[in-house]
């Protein structure tokens, strides 16, 4: 456990960014966070969520493919992929982090997304513990401790210092470069911030969630839900929740016309969208109802079926804050039937 | 603190129920915490007991919701309006979007409604909100005693300029006093106009850039009602899924705005779900600003079956190339 | 011509029936203009849809001018007064959002009008010119 | 995938002196769908037309691109040889590269650049062009004349000449209208009746024309050459076929204080009336106002002196519905009312008349016999005082009054000065005017006659009050040439009201979509070019529906707006202009914006089903466009938001296509 | 003041457009002091539109306008003549330099029979 002094957090960030592309979450103009790339002078963000989440760096909202050159009558194609580099992604919540190995499962099975393989080899994550959960979050109903976050290094933020420590061979290089504003120190500190984490975590108003009556095999028992209608019923229909959640992995391949050729992008799309996988003999789900049950579905019974019972939710509560109209997961998970019995 | 109960609404909503005269009623329904209410249909007395609410956070402007109603559902339609929201009521009569006959229009006086935004911005891990005449106390996870923010500091951006009731018929209009409003709706418009270009130009593109083009702004917008949205159509040469860079995010807003306008009523619900706080309103009314301006006052949705402005001309209307020059001399 | 030496890229708008017949007459006089202007006819100004002139930005024009027949003049009596109100607004607007007012244009020009409309292209391409390339809208992907 | 040719016309020296023929037609051999470029000449001559139409057959063309001169000079041509050759002409787009490219442009590669560009945007466009075909309609051939005044007298008796049949619809129990009202006709002083009746004799005599007197229309629907009226013949309870103008029920009727408004009210007629002598149809018509037996049952004197047993009281509305290739409008004027104006005194004193009570008050057939007297006592009036602007150039928001010069007061005030002085020497006659206007022939003449020898005397002032005192009119007027305030007593104020569009023409231009000034005036398609047709296809104006007129201007336009209706009426079919918008159904949301800004009403709504995916039905309100009413403006396809409105022709891909190549 | 300034400043202070009359002397024509005057109604808006306003300042037949309206009433042009009298009048007091009157003054004149509206008109001619 290295221990890193909060007055010289600014020259740690300063060597890091040295090396690498630094980037942590700031507070912008409108009273968010959102990632920002480090630069002199940038502070790092108090705020517990960023309003989009870290997916971003390894499966970002648009991401060129391809290119095709027209000249005249013929066609190059150009590979528009550039060298990667390393960079470091600080400040990740434990479940921020947890959604990274939910993203795996989805590209980085074979035949795996070299897109996404490139950028998750060339990340460096540093992870945070909570000290502040919001009302919304519920990451403990899907088993993930924010006093224990994962990542290449994980830290603890306290009143006057930063506590790291390095869990993979990346986190080691990362911690190596800021050594000099380091020392060794043992985990009294880290202890008792855990453990006033955990005292928080129980007090929080979503800790009873439990998604234990969900899973894979259980598509026949929630499908045909009556509930369904009544929670479908006010959902606009847009992408907000797709698209501030981490663990949400739909894209939609598209070609851009520049005049002079073609770019082939992927972009994220939203099975809230009327027109999402949209093919030549129509959507397969015609109703906002049939969308709806879809997101849900996937992320509490048709994942955890393909993906050894792991759930496409990490409990970030980034939709719960962020819905037009206050539809989100946990009013799904409590309607058919995810409370624990009290 | 509303003035009307919630109590008055749902006891109306279940008399009209019970009686036969309605078969639904849309109205608020109370969510995991004090300030997440959603939209609901109700459809029983006993379901209104349950869960209908009223109450500073009952923000969302139900008109929109009539479109699909009226479609699929056979029965009569109990809709509850606040003020803002029979602009939005009349709009959608006037562009023949919803059945009257299938509607009874409930008409609800509002204290002015709170942005939730505001009020979680600085309190972390709500755990109760309770309203009093003056504010609001938040109670939350991280400190003892509950905060306090007073109703000025949490009102709605769009309650700063109520623009009171549209005029309509109503089924029903339950008394009651509407919030007074306090500003100048254009003030802000009015201070970008004043800007240099310059300004405007990073004030704008620091705020779109934050779009993540979710669409919620459209989705929720009872103004956008159009069976397919161009940018969702592969046919109409525009259409984007994602705000790509810095023109697509442009392209969006604008051509958005440029739709509405005219028929935007300033009910401000893009703004209040952007997720990105982008103060969408700002673009539509400009074209407001702009519309009264130069073409004399209108106001979308104050009268139903009026031609809006952009459907109508006026052959001594300003013509293009005046209009800055115009605008300059009117806000020196 | 160019102030600067740029060359803009200028797309018009021409209405068949006035502006276009104008921009004809020009021709016919020999009225020079820059070549940087390349018209696009429609019937009608108030066929310009504002979705056309935020494309013509996007694929790299740095002015766009839409002419029609003289206010009471339209041809199809009043298509002309819609123009002007839509282009009033949109042109408003992309100033609001900090984007050269000069970029953008509504002139009326009648088929007699060929003098105007030469004089006319020769001073949009001018003032086009000296604000150099369009940056603020401006889509990257379209640049060679 | 089209297959496109590309033609670059050299224009002899005209394109190739400053462009590089060769070089185009070689560049644009490269862009997406050309499979043949080749320059020549002359593509307009024979021979140049010949090559289009080889290649067309030759390579299987679905498109053509000619770069020539501007399409307004050989677009029909090279559509022409297109067809010629089999393809469909609208697969045949033009760049423009002389009028806006060689012509304009000095040195050959600026001109070569450009024509490329050019070139490459014609071809965009042919890749996304569909064939298009002209749609037909049938042409009704009867016309239908609004209005029986002398503008529609004329202008249905011009149709008839042609051999058309006509109908006359007439609110009124006789035709004739205003004109039939006056005495004398400036400038040359022929008696209107006696130019007038001969006319409406000819009307009702013409086999062609069919007179529907005491009617009003209804609804009207169609379009250009197949329109649907639906007329109201009002219950005049006498038969209209039996009864012969005798007269003799009207001598019977026993209600004889019914206020005469052929008279304008200054005397009385009976509740059964022929409104004049030389009324056309000549026949009785019963007011159900005011007869005893329509109102109470009691009476019926005159069903029992009819001898041709023509009185029916049990008659009642009859609705007609008819079909017509072309409609009139010539619903004419009306004075204003002059109620507002207390400052002439006119609601206080009978002496206080307006122009038009003053030309019965000299006619002939009028209440007096024209004899000219004051209404109040029948005594000759020896000063008469005549106002001209009343109501007329009056401020745009004036609560009283109209805007506009009524543009017939100064020569109808100058013909009763005139007329006044001329029978009556020993009579002062005064005109108050703000401007004498008399552009037209003789005109001027005529007035300068008025003052130079009949004495009337001109003051360039306004009256500013007339007040009754005793059995004087005290007017207190401005010189303002003399610089004095006048103080005359009159025993006779004319008023030259301001004159307005009938009250019917509001509502007739809903129904019949066409366009309307702020004054209620119809707006003509072109206000210099087309100025006797509305902007509606098939709809036409005559007279002063469309703006104040006199006779001779009126005749002129009522022959004028007949020959339009003849030109159409000619025709079997009419071919329609097959670049009209079209409504995409499945994306319309049926907000009518697009109905609001069509000029030509040409857009309709319709309650449509539709099968939703899960396979319910859905009716939505969705917009249709009539193509045989559509002129392709595009003004809807803007106005709809969501672009379920697209234009053939100028379809929003196309044009798009077009900036993109331009831009690229 | 120049000429040009004071003839602004009377279109301002009155609200009138001058050029809105097309000399048909109505005004005159019902002006019931018109004998007593050296220029009439219609010679003042003309006056005042052409920028002769000396003349028109010095002349005493401001003070014979009985400020009867008759003129406003009967214009069809909406020019408002006695509007333009009135505003010449306030430019003659005004040229005495000084407010007459200030808001302090106003406590002082106030009294149950003083008609309110009195007191504003007199504000508004007193005070620049």
């Keep these: 456990m290295r221990k890193l002094s909060l007055e010289n957090l600014n020259l740690a960030f300063a060597s890091i960014a040295a090396k690498y592309p630094l980037y942590l979450p700031q507070d912008n103009s409108a009273g968010d966070a959102e990632y920002k790339k480090w630069e002199q002078g940038a502070k790092w963000s108090d705020k517990t969520n960023t309003v989009k989440s870290p997916k971003d760096f390894f499966f970002p909202q648009t991401e060129d493919l391809m290119a095709f050159q027209v000249s005249g009558k013929s066609i190059d194609i150009i590979d528009t992929r550039k060298e990667s580099e390393d960079f470091v992604v600080f400040g990740v919540r434990a479940c921020d982090v947890k959604s990274f190995e939910v993203l795996d499962n989805v590209f980085l099975t074979e035949p795996a997304d070299s897109y996404y393989a490139s950028r998750r080899e060339h990340g460096i994550i540093v992870s945070v513990a909570c000290t502040r959960p919001l009302e919304t979050c519920f990451c403990k109903a899907f088993s993930i401790d924010p006093s224990e976050p994962a990542g290449d290094v994980s830290c603890y933020k306290t009143d006057d210092s930063l506590y790291l420590s390095a869990n993979t061979e990346k986190g080691e290089a990362l911690l190596a470069v800021i050594s000099e504003y380091t020392e060794e120190a043992d985990d009294a500190a880290v202890s008792k911030q855990k453990e006033s984490i955990n005292k928080i975590m129980d007090r929080l108003p979503l800790a009873s969630l439990t998604p234990a009556s969900f899973g894979g095999g259980k598509t026949k028992e929630f499908f045909d839900a009556p509930e369904w209608k009544s929670l479908s019923e006010a959902c606009l229909g847009c992408g907000t929740c797709t698209f501030v959640c981490p663990t949400c992995q739909c894209y939609d391949i598209k070609d851009f016309k520049t005049g002079s050729g073609v770019i082939r992008y992927r972009c994220w799309d939203s099975c809230m969208y009327s027109e999402f996988t949209k093919m030549s003999a129509g959507q397969p789900r015609t109703s906002q109802l049939e969308r709806f049950r879809q997101r849900f579905m996937h992320k509490l019974v048709y994942y955890p079926e393909n993906n050894n019972g792991l759930f496409s939710c990490v409990g970030c509560g980034r939709c719960l804050s962020r819905c037009p109209i206050h539809m989100n997961i946990v009013k799904v998970m409590k309607a058919l039937g995810g409370k624990k019995d009290e | 603190m509303q003035k009307v109960t919630a109590k008055t609404l749902s006891g109306k909503a279940a008399s009209l129920l019970n009686a036969g005269e309605v078969k639904y009623v849309l109205g608020w329904k109370k969510g995991e915490f004090d300030y997440d209410i959603t939209p609901a249909l109700f459809e029983s007395a006993e379901e209104l007991e349950k869960d209908f609410v009223w109450n500073d956070f009952s923000c969302a402007n139900l008109s929109k919701y009539l479109i699909k109603y009226t479609r699929s559902l056979s029965g009569k339609i109990l809709v509850f309006l606040k003020p803002c929201d029979t602009f939005s009521f009349n709009q959608l009569l006037t562009e023949h979007r919803i059945d009257r006959q299938k509607v009874y229009a409930v008409g609800v006086p509002c204290s002015g409604m709170a942005d939730e935004k505001k009020i979680r911005e600085n309190a972390d891990g709500i755990t109760a909100i309770s309203e009093t005449e003056e504010g609001y106390l938040v109670h939350t996870l991280y400190s003892d005693a509950p905060a306090f923010i007073s109703k000025e500091e949490a009102l709605l951006e769009k309650c700063l300029s109520c623009k009171g009731w549209a005029h309509i018929a109503l089924d029903e209009q339950i008394e009651g006093e509407v919030f007074a409003p306090s500003a100048d709706r254009f003030d802000q418009v009015k201070a970008l106009e004043n800007m240099t270009p310059d300004e405007r130009y990073h004030f704008w593109q620091n705020e779109l850039s934050r779009c993540i083009r979710c669409n919620a702004c459209r989705d929720v917008c009872p103004a956008c009602t159009c069976e397919k949205c161009v940018f969702d159509n592969p046919n109409s040469g525009v259409e984007n899924k994602a705000a790509a860079n810095s023109f697509e995010e442009k392209m969006f807003h604008i051509i958005r705005a440029f739709h509405v306008a005219g028929r935007c009523t300033d009910c401000g619900e893009c703004s209040r779900v952007c997720p990105q706080k982008i103060p969408l309103h700002l673009l539509n009314r400009k074209f407001i600003n702009d519309i009264d301006s130069f073409y004399g006052e209108y106001q979308a949705g104050l009268d139903e079956g009026s031609r809006a402005p952009l459907v109508d001309y006026d052959t001594g209307d300003l013509e293009p190339s005046q209009v800055f020059d115009w605008r300059d001399g009117q806000n020196a | 011509m160019p102030v600067n030496g740029y060359k803009p890229l200028i797309v018009a708008f021409c209405c068949n029936w006035c502006s276009y017949a104008g921009a004809d007459l020009a021709g016919n006089n020999r009225l020079n203009y820059p070549a940087d202007v390349k018209i696009i006819r429609v019937p009608c100004s108030c066929r310009v849809n504002p979705m056309f002139v935020l494309r013509a930005f996007q694929r790299g024009a740095d002015g766009v001018i839409i002419c029609g027949c003289h206010p009471g003049d339209c041809h199809y009596t009043s298509g002309n007064y819609f123009t002007r109100r839509r282009m009033a607004l949109l042109f408003s607007m992309l100033d609001y959002l900090g984007i050269e007012r000069e970029r953008t244009r509504v002139e009326w020009v009648s088929a007699a009008e060929g003098a105007k409309f030469a004089a006319t292209m020769n001073d949009f391409a001018e003032t086009v010119a000296s604000l150099g390339e369009n940056k603020r809208l401006e889509d990257l992907r379209c640049k060679k | ?664 | 003041m120049n000429n040009r300034q004071k003839q602004e400043e009377i279109l301002r202070i009155s609200g009138v457009n001058a050029r809105k009359c097309m000399k048909c002397g109505k005004c005159s024509a019902t002006c019931p002091a018109y004998d007593e005057m050296e220029y009439h109604p219609h010679e003042f808006v003309y006056m005042v539109e052409t920028g002769d306003i000396d003349r028109l300042m010095a002349s005493q037949s401001l003070y014979k306008c009985l400020s009867c309206f008759a003129c406003v009433d009967r214009c069809p042009r909406g020019v408002q003549p006695f509007k333009l009298i009135e505003a010449v009048r306030l430019m003659n007091i005004r040229k005495q330099g000084n407010n007459h009157m200030t808001a302090n003054d106003i406590p002082s004149i106030l009294d149950d029979d003083m008609p309110q509206q009195a007191i504003v008109s007199a504000f508004r001619k007193y005070t620049k």
């Design chain 4, 1 to 664: 995938m089209q297959r496109i040719g590309v033609f670059v016309c050299w224009c002899g020296s005209n394109i190739a002196g400053t462009v590089d023929v060769h070089a185009v037609a070689e560049a644009l051999k490269t862009e997406p769908g050309v499979v043949f470029s080749t320059d020549y000449q002359y593509m307009c001559s024979q021979a140049g037309q010949n090559i289009i139409k080889d290649a067309i057959r030759d390579y299987r063309l679905t498109g053509v691109v000619v770069c020539s001169c501007s399409p307004r000079m050989h677009e029909v041509t090279f559509r022409k040889t297109a067809s010629q050759a089999g393809l469909n002409p609208y697969m045949v787009e033009i760049a423009n590269i002389r009028e806006q490219c060689s012509w304009v442009h000095k040195d050959v590669p600026t001109g070569t650049e450009k024509a490329i560009i050019l070139g490459r945007a014609a071809v965009a466009k042919v890749n996304l062009n569909a064939p298009l075909t002209p749609g037909e309609s049938l042409v009704i051939k009867r016309a239908l004349v609004i209005g029986g005044g002398i503008a529609g007298i004329q202008t249905a008796l011009d149709i008839a000449d042609a051999g058309f049949p006509v109908d006359i619809v007439e609110k009124q129990p006789t035709i004739g209208g205003k004109m039939a009202q006056l005495d004398k006709t400036f400038p040359t002083l022929d008696c209107a009746a006696c130019i007038l009746t001969p006319k409406m004799v000819d009307a009702a005599q013409n086999e062609n024309i069919r007179i529907l007197s005491y009617s009003e229309v209804e609804k009207v629907g169609g379009f250009v050459g197949n329109f649907e009226v639906t007329i109201r013949k009002k219950a005049r309870y006498v038969k209209e076929d039996i009864c012969t103008g005798c007269g003799a029920c009207v001598e019977k009727c026993p209600m004889k204080k019914v206020p005469n408004e052929f008279n304008l009210g200054m005397d009385n007629r009976r509740a059964v009336y022929i409104p004049f002598a030389q009324a056309v149809p000549k026949v009785a018509t019963i007011d159900p106002n005011y007869c005893n037996m329509l109102k109470n049952g009691k009476c019926g004197l005159c069903a029992r002196v009819c001898t041709a047993g023509a009185i029916d009281y049990t008659q009642k509305d009859e609705l007609i519905t008819e079909k017509y290739g072309a409609i009139v409008v010539a619903t004419g004027y009306n004075p204003i009312s002059l109620d507002k104006f207390d400052e002439f005194a006119y609601n206080q004193s009978k002496d206080v008349i307006s122009s038009l009570e003053f030309e019965r008050l000299t006619n002939a057939a009028g209440p007096t016999a024209g004899k000219l007297v004051r209404p109040s006592d029948g005594k000759h009036p020896h000063t008469i005082v005549f106002v001209q602007c009343v109501g007329s150039r009056c401020d745009a928001c004036a609560e009283k009054g109209k805007e506009y010069c009524s543009k017939i007061c100064c020569m109808y005030t100058a013909k009763h000065a005139m007329l006044t002085r001329d029978k009556y020497p020993d009579t002062e006659v005064y005109v108050f005017y703000i401007d004498v206007r008399t552009p037209g022939k003789n005109f001027d003449e005529f007035y300068r006659r008025a003052v130079e020898e009949y004495g009337v005397h001109y003051v360039k002032g306004m009256v500013g009050k007339v007040s009754p005192e005793g059995d004087t009119l005290k007017v207190q007027a401005s010189d303002l040439i003399s610089g004095k305030q006048l103080h005359i007593d009159a025993d006779l104020v004319v008023l030259a009201a301001a004159i307005e569009p009938d009250a019917s023409a509001r509502p007739l231009a809903t129904m019949l979509t066409a366009s309307m000034d702020t004054n209620d005036f119809f707006t003509e398609a072109h206000p210099k070019l087309r100025p006797v047709e509305s902007p509606t296809a098939g709809v036409f104006l005559s007279g002063a529906c469309q703006g104040p007129k006199d006779i001779p201007e009126t005749v002129s336009q009522a022959g004028a707006a007949a020959s339009k209706v003849i030109g159409l009426l000619v025709k079997d079919k009419l071919t329609t202009n097959p670049c009209v918008a079209q409504s995409n159904e499945l994306m319309c949301n049926g907000c009518s914006s697009c109905e609001l800004v069509c000029p030509y009403g040409a857009i309709t709504y319709i309650d449509k089903e539709f099968r939703m995916p899960d396979r319910s039905i859905q009716i939505r309100r969705v917009a249709q466009v009539n193509p045989a009413v559509c002129q392709g403006c595009g003004a809807c396809t803007v106005a709809c938001p969501s672009g379920a409105m697209d234009l053939n022709g100028f379809k929003s891909e196309q044009i798009i296509a077009e900036v993109d190549a331009i831009c690229r």
